[in-house]
């Protein structure tokens, strides 16, 4: 069964631009979550998407956005791109999103850089 | 509330050693406490997971105790090998059926070296 993928892998942009990235989550999945990872922050949550509706929402401005697709696939949205938005963005695929009893998949995560 | 600290930041071990990392939560209604490993420039995979109804859940070298009334959880890495070495994060999810979907709270992370 192929894992959670991520694409771009890495990408460069400078302040003000706007980025999408995109994630697919394993197949069967209908759950995606979003994170964003930095050393000084660590992991947070952004989001979370479940047939096409979030159900939940982290502590992030609404620069950050992101939507699902009726295949389960995801994107994220970041608009007027500031310095701290640079870290790796990870997305996570489970079955139904639904506390004890799914696990969290997670893909290899998309490495943003802004300048 | 939604704090999950964890302690210590890195940690060094010598081969065949015992890692051990633990992690504290606030939050009652935390009810799955995953540990994840994370290699440099992969994303973190599920380890071990535990739910408070257990206080140990052993799977190979891999060890979770859990303390449901100090609300503490901790990881025990046993004969530790240098491929261990990488970060570590301990994490509480929600119980089932709440509306805190998909959402994972994690700890700050420790940075394991194994040296050989």
């Known amino acids: 069964k192929a894992g959670v993928t991520q694409t771009p892998r890495y990408l460069i942009k400078t302040r003000g631009q706007q980025v999408t990235l995109s994630c697919s989550p394993i197949?069967?999945?209908?759950?995606v979550s979003w994170y964003q990872q930095t050393p000084g922050q660590g992991l947070q949550f952004l989001f979370e998407?479940?047939?096409?509706?979030?159900?939940n929402k982290g502590n992030f401005p609404g620069r950050f956005s992101g939507r699902q697709f009726s295949n389960s696939r995801s994107e994220m949205n970041v608009s007027t791109l500031e310095l701290g938005d640079s870290a790796l963005y990870l997305c996570?695929?489970?079955?139904?999103?639904?506390?004890?009893?799914?696990?969290?998949?997670f893909g290899p995560g998309t490495r943003l850089t802004v300048l | 509330q939604q704090q999950v600290k964890q302690s210590p930041q890195s940690l060094i071990v010598q081969k065949g050693g015992i890692s051990i990392i633990n992690c504290a939560y606030e939050n009652t209604a935390f009810d799955y406490f995953p540990w994840y490993q994370q290699f440099p420039g992969k994303g973190p995979a599920l380890l071990i997971a535990i739910r408070p109804d257990v206080s140990e859940k052993k799977e190979g070298r891999f060890t979770i105790s859990f303390n449901k009334s100090a609300k503490q959880f901790s990881l025990h890495i046993m004969d530790s090998q240098p491929g261990d070495s990488a970060t570590y994060f301990c994490?509480?999810?929600?119980?089932?059926?709440?509306?805190?979907?998909?959402?994972?709270?994690f700890g700050q992370g420790t940075i394991l070296t194994v040296h050989p």
């Open positions: 994490a509480a999810g929600p119980s089932y059926g709440g509306t805190s979907y998909g959402k994972l709270t």
């Open positions: 996570a695929s489970s079955l139904e999103g639904d506390g004890s009893t799914d696990t969290q998949y």
């Open positions: 998407y479940f047939s096409e509706t979030q159900r």
């Open positions: 197949s069967g999945h209908r759950s």
